[in-house]
């Protein structure tokens, strides 16, 4: 069904002569890239209203989606299952914000989060080669964003009121998100590398 709706925008695109047929295969990659994205942000937006989790999703999506733009990190080999690896995981971070507001564990998952961003990050994807520009660019961006959630992380919990403390959570489990999508990447090197 997504290859049809990829096709018939690409070709109402090519009838009212907004493209030539010449960039079909463009705009087709680029309509999947939009289309998936819609998907995921719907079934997001979805699942934080269906649990009522509406704020946390916001907080938690800021650190893990900033971190893993510039820190890398696991990357699956279809959307369907990046799709539910990711969903797993949104869901047992909301399971964690819902039920646990233990500012040790959100302080403890944040400094080991931000310790292995600071010596591991960036993780280039084999499709999406880094030269050494961009590599030291992600790196200053990632140890810069994982230090200011750390550093909000131990602000709130320490100075902010206890009903406020699902925050450092949230940003606490989006870092860790993203380092276990990081781990995931260094260890299916290393077996990659092992195998060849």
Avoid at 3 to 31: A, P
Avoid at 96 to 112: E, K, N, R
Wanted: with cysteine; charged share 15%.
């Amino acid at each position: 069904m997504l290859d049809k709706l990829i096709t018939e925008s690409t070709n109402y695109l090519i009838y009212n002569q907004v493209i030539d047929e010449e960039h079909r295969d463009v705009y087709e990659y680029g309509f999947h890239i939009l289309y998936i994205n819609i998907i995921d942000i719907v079934s997001i937006a979805i699942i934080a209203l269906l649990f009522g989790t509406v704020p946390q999703t916001i907080v938690y999506h800021v650190s893990f989606i900033l971190l893993r733009n510039t820190a890398g990190g696991y990357h699956a080999k279809t959307h369907l299952r990046c799709f539910m690896i990711s969903t797993a995981i949104f869901l047992m971070s909301l399971f964690i914000v819902s039920w646990v507001a233990s500012p040790i564990l959100s302080i403890s998952l944040a400094c080991l989060s931000a310790l292995f961003i600071w010596a591991k990050a960036p993780v280039e994807h084999e499709n999406n080669p880094m030269s050494m520009e961009k590599y030291n660019h992600m790196k200053i961006l990632s140890r810069t964003f994982s230090v200011i959630f750390l550093c909000l992380v131990f602000l709130i919990n320490i100075f902010m009121d206890v009903s406020l403390r699902w925050v450092a959570m949230s940003l606490a489990l989006g870092m860790a998100s993203q380092t276990m999508l990081l781990f995931a990447a260094i260890a299916q090197t290393l077996r990659n590398r092992k195998t060849t």
